[in-house]
């Protein structure tokens, strides 16, 4: 059976929403929740490399950022942490892609985020963590 794009950016935001609460509770919850303004008002690169220049929240949800697009765009799926570690290529890439693939990279990350977003209030925190 086929599923939706819907469906597999659902099961990806889903995935890494789990991991993203499991490890930083109420840190990742407001970094996921504040990524799309982010976006929409800095841009995908700049916020990228934001993300990439602090703490190991910031990087995380750079990898699941990373990740789902590189999923979605060039059908490549990535291990966990593949994002940060790629992230040099990831750029580059996103720098010589034309206007086209550069706005569905952003629209990916931005509709994935749509995901996480919502997930991030459904899924455990990490044990003995910060409940909403």
């Known amino acids: ?22 490890h ?10 504040g990524a799309p303004a982010l976006i929409m008002t ?17 990087q995380r949800l750079l990898d699941h950022i990373i990740r789902g697009i590189t999923r979605e765009l060039w059908g490549e799926k990535l291990p966990e942490n593949a994002g940060q570690n790629l992230f040099q290529d990831f750029m580059k890439r996103l720098q010589q892609a034309d206007s086209e693939t ?9 509709e994935t985020l749509k995901w996480i977003r919502q997930f991030v209030d459904a899924v455990e925190p990490a044990q003995g963590g910060n409940p909403r």
């Open 1 to 22: 059976m086929q599923q939706t794009l819907d469906q597999q950016r659902a099961a990806f935001a889903w995935e890494v929403a789990t991991q993203g609460m499991q």
């Open 24 to 33: 930083g509770g109420d840190s990742y919850r407001a970094l996921a929740k």
């Open 42 to 58: 800095s841009g995908l690169m700049p916020v990228l490399a934001f993300y990439k220049s602090k703490d190991a929240h910031h």
């Open 102 to 110: 550069y706005r569905r990279a952003t629209d990916s990350a931005l």
